[in-house]
């Protein structure tokens, strides 16, 4: 499982190289796309709806991602905490980020069930919404559902000893949460051990000067 930062390129030097991490690009934050590509770090790219969408910022933020290698998933906008008006920007906006050549994960929001999602049309599901609809029972079938359907899973706003681990157990393949960028010196080691010990694996350091140009920046 990985942990998507937004702002990665400020964090890269205390915790890179590791298969646990990638970056998180979003229409305002206006993150550079060049030392991630340079890494060679998987990203993703989120819609801003949680804070409020702004079409012209998300369309300039598509034309910026087109033909970079390394992409998840871009999320298709969504309502928060309405699954029936995602569902209904969800066909708006499907063909746009094909067209962009872009894999497409649907938010899932509050009131959606597996039977409502046109798994041919996602690459990824996100689950979003509400606490109680992401960690409950809805939450967990849609996540089960997009297992079988052989599709990948991101969860947000995960930052806490007890939802990574929810997470794991469940078998979602990335995360994000916006504690890891401002308290990354702590929380983030802790989560990176929190997974490298569920795995069974030993978390290696890599010094910044060995990155690419030590190209590290939101610039």
Same mark, same amino acid.
């Given at each position: 499982m990985k942990?998507?930062?937004?702002?990665?390129?400020?964090?890269?030097?205390?915790?890179?190289?590791?298969p646990y991490l990638g970056a998180l690009f979003s229409p305002s #934050?206006?993150?550079?796309?060049?030392p991630i590509v340079q890494n060679s770090i998987p990203w993703a790219a989120d819609n801003d709806c949680f804070t409020g969408f702004n079409e012209q910022k998300y369309r300039k933020m598509l034309i910026k991602l087109v033909n970079h290698p390394g992409c998840l998933f871009v999320t298709a906008p969504d309502k928060v905490k309405d699954g029936k008006e995602t569902l209904s920007l969800f066909e708006v906006w499907q063909p746009v980020l094909k067209a962009h050549h872009l894999p497409v994960a649907l938010v899932a929001q509050d009131g959606m069930s597996p039977s409502d999602i046109e798994w041919r049309e996602i690459d990824w599901i996100f689950i979003g919404g509400s606490t109680e609809f992401k960690v409950g029972k809805d939450g967990k079938k849609i996540i089960e559902r997009a297992k079988e359907e052989n599709k990948k899973v991101h969860m947000g706003r995960v930052s806490t000893?007890?939802?990574?681990?929810?997470?794991?157990?469940? %078998?979602?393949?990335?995360?994000?949460?916006?504690?890891?960028?401002?308290?990354?010196?702590?929380?983030?080691?802790?989560?990176?051990?929190?997974?490298?010990?569920?795995? %069974?694996?030993?978390?290696? #350091?890599?010094?910044?000067?060995?990155?690419?140009n030590g190209a590290v920046s939101n610039v």
């Open positions: 942990i998507l930062i937004n702002g990665f390129g400020s964090k890269l030097h205390r915790w890179w190289p590791s #934050a206006g993150n550079s796309t060049k000893y007890e939802r990574i681990k929810y997470c794991l157990e469940s %078998g979602v393949d990335t995360i994000d949460g916006t504690r890891f960028s401002w308290f990354d010196k702590k929380l983030l080691g802790a989560a990176l051990d929190q997974i490298h010990t569920f795995f %069974g694996t030993e978390r290696v #350091a890599c010094p910044y000067s060995e990155l690419t």
